[in-house]
C-alpha cells in the first residue's frame, strides 16, 4: 500500500551556509524540520541528483562555472543575493535529488504526496545564471524528469512565491508538455512576469497581484485565471512507466 505523503530531506542541506543576515539560512530548514516532525508522514533521503538529469535544464559549462565558483572554505557570491559556500554544492545536488525522487515516488504509486523539504530553493536560476538565492531550476528539473523518464504527455506547473518564478519560466518558455501558472506581487523582485510574458507557445499565464492583496482577491484570480489555464493544458500521463 502507498503512503499518503512523503518528506524528502536530507542533512547535508544544511551544509549550504550563506553570510550572517542572509534570509535565506540554515534556520529555515531547521524549523520547517522541527515543525514537520510531529507529523506521521514517511522520511526519505534525498539522493544527489545526476549530471545528465541536470543537463536537461542547465548547460554543461554552467555546471563546470559552478564547480570552478565553489570555495573550499567561506563565501563566495555569485551575486549580491546568491552565494556558494563548501557545502552549496553537495546541497544543491541533494535539493534537485529529492525533487525527482519526489517525482519517483509519486509516479511509481509508492506515494499519494511528496514534499521536498531541502536548499538552497529553485524557481529563479535561469538557464545558465544563479540568481535569487537558486543555483538550480529545481521545479523546471522536476517537470521535464516526469515528461521524458515516465512518458508523461502534459504537465504543469504553479507558482505562488511573492517572488515571480523567472527561472521556471526561462526554462520550460520553449517546451509546449509544460504549463507554468505563477502568481506574485508586482512590482518587486526580480521585475519579470508581466501578463504579456506567455511562452512560446502560449503556456505561461502570470498573475501579477498589487501587495497588500487579500485571501478574497487571490481566490478569485485563481478561479477565473489559473484553474481555467490549466484545465485547457490538460495535464495527463501517457503510458505512466516506472523508473529503471
Known amino acids: ?49 545526476q549530471e545528465a538529469d541536470l543537463l536537461s535544464v542547465h548547460p554543461q559549462h554552467y555546471l563546470d562555472a559552478l564547480r570552478a565558483a565553489s570555495p573550499a572554505h567561506g563565501s563566495a557570491a555569485l551575486d549580491a543575493d546568491t552565494h556558494l559556500s563548501a557545502g552549496s554544492l553537495k546541497a544543491a545536488y541533494r535539493a534537485a535529488g529529492g525533487v525527482l525522487l519526489a517525482v519517483d515516488q509519486v509516479l511509481s504509486g509508492a506515494a499519494q504526496n511528496a514534499f521536498v523539504a531541502t536548499r538552497p530553493p529553485g524557481h529563479h536560476a535561469e538557464t545558465a545564471k544563479a540568481m535569487g538565492f537558486c543555483l ?72 501579477p497581484l498589487a501587495a497588500g492583496t487579500g485571501g478574497r482577491m487571490f481566490r478569485a484570480k485563481m478561479e477565473q485565471l489559473a484553474l481555467p489555464f490549466l484545465a485547457a493544458h490538460e495535464p495527463r500521463t501517457a503510458a505512466v512507466r516506472r523508473s529503471p
Not at 505523503?5 to 522541527?34: F, M, N, S, Y
Open 136 to 207: 538550480f531550476g529545481n521545479a523546471a528539473l522536476g517537470a521535464k524528469y516526469a515528461l521524458d523518464r515516465y512518458g508523461l504527455q502534459r504537465v504543469a506547473v504553479v507558482d505562488f512565491d511573492v517572488h515571480h518564478g523567472n527561472g521556471t519560466q526561462d526554462l520550460v518558455w520553449d517546451d509546449a508538455r509544460i504549463a507554468f501558472c505563477s502568481s506574485h506581487e508586482m512590482p518587486l523582485y526580480p521585475g519579470s512576469g508581466r501578463v504579456d510574458e506567455r511562452g512560446a507557445h502560449n503556456n505561461i499565464l502570470n498573475i
Open 1 to 49: 500500500m502507498s503512503s499518503s505523503t512523503v518528506l524528502i530531506t536530507h542533512p547535508d542541506c544544511l551544509g549550504h551556509e550563506t553570510p550572517q543576515g542572509h534570509p535565506e539560512q540554515i534556520a529555515r530548514l531547521e524549523v520547517l524540520l522541527k515543525a514537520l516532525e510531529r507529523l506521521p508522514v514517511e522520511v526519505l533521503s534525498a539522493p544527489l541528483a
